[in-house]
């Protein structure tokens, strides 16, 4: 877990078994997962993340998870407003 950062949305159970199923899974995408974390993603909101949201200076969250289908993540757009979130704002 990140230093010092606690989600509101994630509890830090919750967290941990997040990072251990990424880090069997596909341990290439823990970076993503902690980012996601530190912006304060909603679990939801960071099934729909993606390298291609990474912009020069923000995260954009325009899509969210919407469940599972042939084994692999559908998304939708989010149900808010989709936003770009500064990387200062960490």
Sequence with gaps: IMQGLRSKYVPEATYKKIL?????????????????????????????????????????????????KGGKIVTRKVKTNVRKVPYWNM
């Design 20 to 68: 251990k199923a990424v880090e069997e899974e596909d341990a290439s995408l823990l970076p993503n997962v902690k980012l996601c974390y530190a912006f304060g993603l909603r679990i939801n909101e960071s099934l729909g993340f993606s390298r291609t949201k990474l912009l020069k200076e923000s995260l954009l969250v325009d899509e969210q998870g919407a469940g599972v």
